[in-house]
């Protein structure tokens, strides 16, 4: 067999060349479902979980993990979070609320952080008095104080710095750009004085600087984090150091996993010893390799210089490579050719009628012929989240196996 970059215990193709994902031949759980099946592998969640939960503990700091809602909110898997009793959840929205209550999390469990929230949405969470909220700008921070005087608080801060996958600007969240998100350091003594007006309790500081990175964004990671730990001097009563969420994992061949040990340097550098509790919220590292998104071949043809794999399904079930340039990497079920010298650059298109709708270009596959099936791979997080019925083509399957 060739060697894949993506392979790994859970994930690889066995002696014949079929892919296997938990245990499972993937081709023949493709054929078992009419239409785009997205599959999950509760194995490789918990694995994942462990890898980050040792991570934290070896930084020697109090911590609490809230898994990030936005990524995927398919029930089981919020159940099966529910079920470990350890995990809150991050949330951004109202309905996010009640889709967390309904799949067994507490209030108190719960932290949300949002942006542009409208006073109906600041009714439906403070009905909510458990419920730990982030303010995102100072209009939150007034109109929960004039809401609920006395009421604890967290407060998203923007220091300015910040990195994401790659060093993409797209997936920056704080950095030279100014961006929607957190109180910045010069509107930072108007907060405080807000809070205090309204005799809230900060009790937390939250900031989330990007998304996806690598070890190779550590650097940048390292300075965001002094610098929203400088907004720590002026709230002696805090409890929580909320450092967001954003770790990244492998996208492309050459893309090395992060370095948990030295991520977690960095949080015990800045946090350890202050009787903090760390918060984390990751969504990616928990469940994005844990995905795949099985499509069928509908079509393979040459037009004029580029050999074109269709398939039953669009971006609009996957936004993110679009949006990001985060790819899922088409991966055949079935490898009919293991020596990739005989295998030719394709263009994997989907059935959305938008130039854009290509899973890859110029992508070396094996010979594929119709019926067979592709696994898009890193398909677990922000694929049927994001998804959409553009076309009217947003129907699929969902599976936790």
Known sequence: MPAEWWARTDLHRDDAGRLIFAGIDVERLARSHDGPLFVYGAGRVQANLSRLRGA?????????????????????????????????????????????????????????????????????????????????SLGQIRRIGERRPGRAIGIRVNPGLGTGYGDSERLTYAGARTTKFGIYREQWAEALDLAARHDLRITAI????????????????????????????????VTTVNVGGGLGLPHRPGDAPLDLARWSSIIARHFSGRGLTVAVEPGDYLVKDAGLLLLSVVGVERKRDTLFVAVDGGFNLHPEPAYYDLPCEPVACVLREDDPAHWHPVSVAGNINEALDLWAEDHPMPPLAEGDHIALINAGGYGSAMSSNHCMRGAFTELLV
């Not at 898994?67 to 995990?87: H, Q, S, T, V, W």
């Not at 507490?106 to 439906?124: C, E, K, N, P």
């Not at 996806?212 to 002094?226: I, K």
């Open 206 to 237: 939250h900031f989330h600087v990007g998304c996806g990175y690598l070890s190779g964004q550590l650097d940048a990671w390292d300075e965001a984090v002094a610098a929203a730990a400088t907004f720590l001097a002026d709230l002696p009563h």
């Open 56 to 136: 934290l503990q070896a930084s020697g700091c109090a911590h609490r993990i809230y898994y990030a809602m936005k990524c995927n909110r398919f029930p089981p898997l919020l159940k099966m979070l529910a079920e470990d009793g350890a995990i809150g959840l991050d949330i951004c929205s109202p309905d996010e609320l009640d889709l967390a209550l309904a799949c067994g999390f507490r209030a108190g469990d719960i932290s949300f952080t949002g942006t542009s929230v409208a006073d109906r949405d600041l009714d439906r969470l403070l009905a909510h008095p458990d419920l730990h909220i982030n303010c995102d």
